[in-house]
């Protein structure tokens, strides 16, 4: 194509300028692109040392991870780095790696954020909830009370998951629920203990029971002090769990 015929067509690319910002739509990476053996295997201890599968002070063998995932050692070696500083790994120098025991000092502050994110929350869906999605959280109540009937504290736990994610959803705060995910993983392992005890189940249901109420009547101050509550009580089991698994817990 000739010169004259890119000039008249129009078709001429003009060069950006340094330093100017972006047009079009927006491009940011989602972290799928770029998943990694490291992350498989990150993810597989993440969830079984959340789900107390693996249980606090238990040995963890690089070897035998390397074996089972069919994978080096050195992408094991990644991810026990990555969950060390998480604190759900304790590396100890000369003696091993093991499955970090919870940081009990570390609670209060993460319930309390926690906490206050929820307010936020329950705040927005008690002044917006339709009745739809005021149905869709007496659903959530239904399986949880499934659940604590049939004496499935794992059932329970999910429902219980999925009940505070759909408030955050609700809410119209997808971020936040992101935001919790990342508070709550400690609180999630001892909440594993607590939901073991007798009426631990039956109790967070009827105060998640309350905040549905507060809710459909348009009660956003009750939903938020209901909520407040809630994370109040956790925090006393919490301190109860640390007495009867002592072996389970540290004063970081």
Not at 110 to 118: G, N, P, R, T, W
Not at 186 to 191: A, G, N, Y
Not at 240 to 250: D, L, Q, R, V
């Given at each position: 194509m000739s010169q004259a015929t890119t000039a008249q067509s129009g078709k001429t690319r003009k060069k950006r300028s340094p330093n100017t910002p972006p047009t079009g739509p927006a491009r940011f990476l989602d972290g799928k692109s770029n998943f990694t053996i490291a992350d498989h295997v990150y993810n597989q201890l993440h969830r079984?040392?959340?789900?107390?599968?693996?249980?606090?002070?238990?040995?963890?063998?690089?070897?035998?991870?390397?074996?089972?995932?069919?994978v080096s050692r050195t992408p094991v070696r990644e991810a026990i780095l990555r969950l060390s500083k998480e604190c759900l790994v304790e590396v100890v120098p000369k003696s091993g790696t093991y499955v970090g025991r919870i940081p009990l000092a570390s609670l209060p502050e993460?319930?309390?954020?926690?906490?206050?994110?929820?307010q936020v929350a329950i705040s927005a869906v008690a002044k917006r909830a339709t009745p739809s999605q005021i149905m869709k959280l007496k659903a959530s109540l239904e399986e949880q009370r499934e659940a604590a009937v049939d004496s499935n504290y794992k059932y329970f736990r999910q429902a219980d998951k999925a009940f505070h994610q759909l408030i955050a959803s609700i809410a119209g705060y997808p971020s936040i629920w992101a935001m919790i995910e990342q508070l709550k993983v400690?609180?999630?392992?001892?909440?594993r203990l607590i939901l073991q005890d007798e009426g631990a189940m039956t109790m967070t249901l009827e105060e998640h029971t309350l905040i549905v109420e507060?809710?459909?009547?348009?009660?956003?101050?009750?939903?938020?002090?209901?909520?407040?509550?809630?994370?109040?009580?956790?925090?006393?089991?919490?301190?109860?769990?640390?007495?009867?698994?002592?072996?389970?817990?540290?004063?970081?």
């Open positions: 079984s040392i959340v789900s107390l599968e693996l249980k606090p002070g238990s040995p963890i063998s690089e070897q035998e991870i390397a074996q089972t995932e069919g993460a319930l309390i954020a926690k906490s206050a994110l929820e400690q609180i999630d392992r001892t909440r507060a809710i459909e009547n348009n009660k956003p101050a009750t939903a938020a002090s209901q909520m407040d509550e809630h994370m109040r009580r956790i925090e006393k089991a919490a301190v109860e769990a640390c007495k009867n698994f002592p072996e389970y817990f540290i004063q970081d």
